[in-house]
């Protein structure tokens, strides 16, 4: 008798608070991983915002010592309006004007070609197809990108000024789609008078 009810005891399934239990667990487990992977989606999302923030900031820099290099301006022009031709404060991105260089006080809405509408700078993206340079690439608006480009007179280790280098902070900001929330971008350099 004693060994029957042993082996009856050691094959009793579980009980209804402990199923309970398990299902509680398990539904916190499965929620957890559900806002990881939202979070994950989101970031995704915003990899492409923060890429193209930070290729506008560099390509902005880099314009300013290309044109600096081949002499296409001089050193004193590296500066903000109006003791120089760089914009002042926060403008929207615009194409390049007649002087080839961005952030200038000539620049000018870009023309309609391709997928891209008349008006700020626009990225063509590979359509449905996924191959970029097809008839269904679409056209990415950048109006909602702002740039600032802050050049001011470097300083020497004594604190007073130096005439032959000059700080230059590319800073561009984007509001997150389908969010109030902004994002921004910083890049610095200094740039000299000597090529």
Do not use: H
């Amino acid at each position: 008798m004693r060994k029957s009810e042993s082996q009856w005891s050691a094959q009793r399934g579980f009980t209804l608070i402990e199923t309970m239990i398990a299902i509680a667990i398990l539904g916190i487990g499965i929620v957890t991983l559900i806002a990881a992977f939202g979070s994950a989606v989101a970031a995704t999302q915003n990899a492409e915002e923060n890429m193209i923030a930070r290729q506008t900031a560099l390509e902005a820099l880099e314009s300013i010592y290309t044109a600096r290099n081949t002499a296409q301006i001089t050193f004193s022009q590296i500066a903000n309006f109006p003791s120089g031709i760089f914009t002042s404060g926060s403008t929207q991105l615009l194409c390049a004007g007649p002087d080839g260089l961005q952030g200038t006080t000539d620049d000018i809405n870009c023309a309609a070609s391709g997928p891209c509408a008349a008006g700020p700078q626009c990225i063509v993206l590979p359509g449905p197809d996924g191959v970029l340079g097809t008839p269904d690439d679409v056209g990415m608006s950048l109006s909602n990108f702002k740039r600032t480009i802050a050049i001011t007179n470097a300083l020497n280790p004594d604190g007073t000024i130096n005439n032959t280098l000059k700080q230059i902070t590319v800073t561009v900001t984007y509001q997150i789609p389908g969010s109030g929330n902004t994002r921004t971008y910083t890049v610095q350099a200094l740039v000299s008078a000597y090529r």
